[in-house]
């Protein structure tokens, strides 16, 4: 079976899961009475919803720009911003495919050394894609840990179900992956002496390990923890904004507050782990899952949140997405007509 064959199973699979969640999420929706609510939410909130999104966008580029500067120090601001805003565009379509679009934006905008080749090779670049998403894993858990254990017998029921319906086989599934790869590194370490196969494998993971550890050497930390900070701050916001939206619809979201967004941020944040385009359906599931469970607003009020939350966004990101495209493939066209110049 060949690569191409492998990727479209692949596409063909999360787009099924997609669908397959979407239509759990939707199936006992009322389409009246959710019309009727989306109709009913201030307008007003939503709107700041999506700017704070828009925001959240600059915000990762820039943080994203201190793990880079140590591997290339021209690296500039509005490269990674176009790289950060097509890859949100590409993922709707591939899951995590725009983690490889992003790094191959910033490889060809890179400078070169003296011998010709890049000072942000791709494998270095992807070094530091692990990082940045090691970091956003971090924070997600500590900021679970913490609300959960603020509203812990509120919300300790929801945990406890969802843990015993997945029996752990997500977690499983993540050890066993985790395992394949370090054998995968082992033995091409091991073997990489042989060529071939083995030694490109290796010279691979070599480039990640290496981007990982010239990305650590940031001269600037109090940058990053400061972008980390704002970033998740926006996150946050943009939930909260949606309940605000809510708030006096009488629909259960009057005694939602500030640490409720939270909350539904850090549902949001795992619903982005599923591997499914764009976060269509696991987003909704998991969302009005968890306001139904927690706070008891039914389901096909809770898809109201869900929908609120995660389309507006998904709106930015396109709209980002496409004045990125456009101003790259300027960026493109200019340059190319330079180098016919000369």
Known sequence: MDRNTVNIIKIGLSVLMAGGLLW??????????????????????????????????WIRALRWRELLLPIDPHTKKNTVLNAINISYVVNMLIPRGGELV?????????????????????????GTVVVDRV????????ILLGVFYAFRR???????ERMEAT??????IILLLAL????????????????????????????IISGIRQSLKMKAWWKFITYTVLLWTCYWGTSYAVLLALSGSG????????????????????????????GFGAYHYLVSASLATVYGIPPEQGMIFAVLSHETQIIVQMLCGAGSYVHETVRRTAATETIDKK
């Open 251 to 278: 629909m259960g979201f009057e005694s939602l507050g500030p640490l409720d967004g939270v909350f539904l941020m850090g549902v949001g944040a795992i619903a982005s782990i599923i591997p499914v385009p764009g």
């Open 24 to 57: 759990l999420s939707f199936r006992g929706v009322q389409w009246p009475a959710f019309i009727e609510g989306i109709k009913s939410c201030k307008w007003a909130f939503v709107a700041l919803s999506l700017l704070i999104g828009a925001v959240s966008f």
């Open 135 to 142: 970091w956003d894993t971090v924070v997600t858990i500590f």
């Open 102 to 126: 992003r790094c191959g934006i910033i490889t060809r905008h890179s400078a070169k050394d003296k011998d010709g080749a890049r000072l942000a090779g791709f494998d270095k670049v992807v």
């Open 167 to 172: 029996n752990f086989s997500s977690l499983w």
């Open 154 to 160: 509120k919300w300790g029921d929801f945990f406890e």
């Open 180 to 207: 394949a790869a370090v054998l995968v590194v082992v033995l091409s370490y091991a073997l990489r002496s042989r060529g071939g196969l083995f030694a490109k494998v290796w010279k691979f993971f070599h480039g």
